[in-house]
């Protein structure tokens, strides 16, 4: 088996070969949805025939993207396929990017909400680390006691040479 990912582009016919690897809220918004690829970023590395790692991102209409679900097998962890992943997906967000005319760069933000047990959280967060997000986040309840939500997000810079 060849080392060396092949990373495609998740169609709704891909979903349910990969349903295990998607977080299942995800899952199933996309499920639900008659076109994915107008609304999200669906990514997956392969090794042969046998999918390794996932990546949903949600694009928003100022450029802005949320990584919804980030995921790669165990097996495959700290070989930098989830980052792999993430750098295909700020290539294509740039592909996509709809620029003013005369505009020649701008900033946009990677974002990410998550609640993850500490067992996850930590390897997670240095995930996002390795991969520029700079701000981090915890969303308290109302009483501001127990966590409920965390966020990161990350600052990518998008330039264009032609027009």
Same mark, same amino acid.
């Given at each position: 088996?060849?080392?060396?990912?092949?990373?495609?582009?998740?169609?709704?016919?891909?979903?349910?070969?990969?349903?295990?690897?998607?977080?299942?809220?995800?899952?199933?918004?996309?499920?639900?949805?008659? =076109?994915? #690829?107008?609304?999200?970023?669906? $990514? &997956?590395? !392969?090794?042969?025939?046998?999918?390794?790692?996932?990546? %949903? +991102?949600?694009? =928003?209409? #100022?450029?802005?993207?949320?990584? $919804? &679900?980030? !995921?790669?097998?165990?097996?495959?962890?700290?070989?930098? %396929? +989830?980052?792999?992943?993430? #750098?295909?997906?700020?290539?294509?967000?740039?592909?996509?990017?709809?620029?003013?005319?005369?505009?020649?760069?701008?900033?946009?933000?990677?974002?990410?909400?998550?609640?993850?047990?500490?067992?996850?959280?930590?390897?997670?967060?240095?995930?996002?680390?390795?991969?520029?997000?700079?701000?981090?986040?915890?969303?308290?309840?109302?009483?501001?006691?127990?966590?409920?939500?965390?966020?990161?997000?990350?600052?990518?810079?998008?330039?264009?040479?032609?027009?």
């Amino acid at each position: 088996m060849s080392l060396i990912p092949e990373y495609r582009e998740i169609t709704k016919n891909d979903l349910n070969a990969l349903k295990q690897m998607i977080l299942p809220d995800i899952y199933e918004e996309l499920m639900e949805q008659e =076109e994915i #690829d107008t609304e999200y970023i669906c $990514l &997956s590395s !392969w090794l042969s025939d046998t999918p390794v790692g996932v990546l %949903i +991102a949600d694009t =928003e209409d #100022d450029g802005n993207l949320n990584l $919804l &679900s980030v !995921w790669t097998d165990p097996i495959y962890r700290r070989m930098g %396929i +989830a980052s792999a992943l993430k #750098d295909k997906m700020t290539e294509v967000a740039l592909e996509l990017y709809d620029w003013e005319p005369g505009q020649y760069g701008d900033d946009i933000l990677l974002k990410t909400m998550y609640c993850l047990r500490d067992e996850y959280k930590e390897p997670f967060e240095e995930w996002l680390k390795k991969n520029d997000f700079t701000d981090f986040a915890i969303l308290k309840d109302a009483n501001g006691e127990k966590p409920q939500i965390c966020a990161a997000s990350a600052e990518i810079h998008f330039f264009r040479f032609d027009e």
